[in-house]
């Protein structure tokens, strides 16, 4: 997969329900950052995690990070229907690069 | 909460026009950036930009673009002579310091078509 490949590629659950999207990742990181998009708008920084991290909490979102499979997942708990959004990750790479590396999301829609 | 800004929020230009993109970073940030989504695909990295000068940029970032600082607030992108495929959500951000570990905010986009 690419550089930050998030799946699944959509996801439709009821209110109430946990959502949880996944993100793959090739190439060493010093962190990875996960972002929301409402449709048509701006990118909304959710949570940061350093490579020296496992896991972080902030609010109803979970991310976990393991290196050794070069993956992250995001989990929304309790979720609402304005979670309804597409969600990134994004990986910046070690070695000096300030660039951050998207992948192409997961579109999550919230049922009521 | 602080934030990014930007101008305008969406631009229609004929091909071969000039258009200049704005932004006001967040007023301590002193790393700054440009990143465009075309529709449908993935947000790509374009430049990045500190101590009035582009530390790095992307193979798409060509001698079309240009980036300013012209004053203490403002950063703007210049497309010199758009493209019917310039045409994309081009989105400013900016960070605290470098930003492995640092978050790295966004603007709402400015919405570019080129007709």
């Known amino acids: 997969s690419q550089q930050g490949e998030e799946d699944p590629q959509a996801l439709s659950i009821q209110e109430g329900e946990n959502a949880t999207m996944n993100c793959s990742y090739k190439t060493s990181i010093n962190n990875l950052q996960w972002y929301r998009q409402n449709s048509g708008r701006g990118l909304v920084h959710l949570i940061l995690?350093?490579?020296?991290?496992r896991e972080k909490h902030s609010g109803r979102l979970r991310v976990t990070l393991d290196t050794s499979k070069k993956s992250s997942s995001l989990l929304i708990t309790a979720s609402r229907a304005a979670d309804t959004a597409s969600y990134f990750c994004a990986t910046g790479p070690r070695g000096g690069s300030e660039k951050l590396v998207f992948g192409k999301g997961t579109k999550l829609t919230v049922n009521p | 909460e602080p934030e990014v800004t930007q101008t305008p929020s969406h631009q229609v230009t004929q091909m071969g026009q000039e258009v200049i993109l704005r932004c006001v970073p967040i007023?301590?940030?002193?790393?700054f950036y440009w990143y465009r989504q075309i529709l449908g695909q993935k947000v790509e990295f374009l430049v990045s930009f500190y101590n009035n000068e582009i530390s790095e940029k992307s193979e798409i970032f060509d001698d079309q673009f240009s980036v300013e600082r012209p004053d203490g607030s403002n950063f703007t992108l210049k497309i010199r002579s758009t493209k019917l495929e310039d045409s994309a959500m081009y989105f400013c951000?900016?960070?605290?310091?470098?930003?492995?570990?640092?978050?790295?905010?966004f603007g709402e986009g400015s919405w570019l078509t080129v007709v």
């Open positions: 007023s301590n940030h002193l790393y």
């Open positions: 951000a900016s960070s605290r310091d470098r930003f492995d570990g640092n978050t790295i905010y």
């Open positions: 995690i350093r490579s020296n991290e």
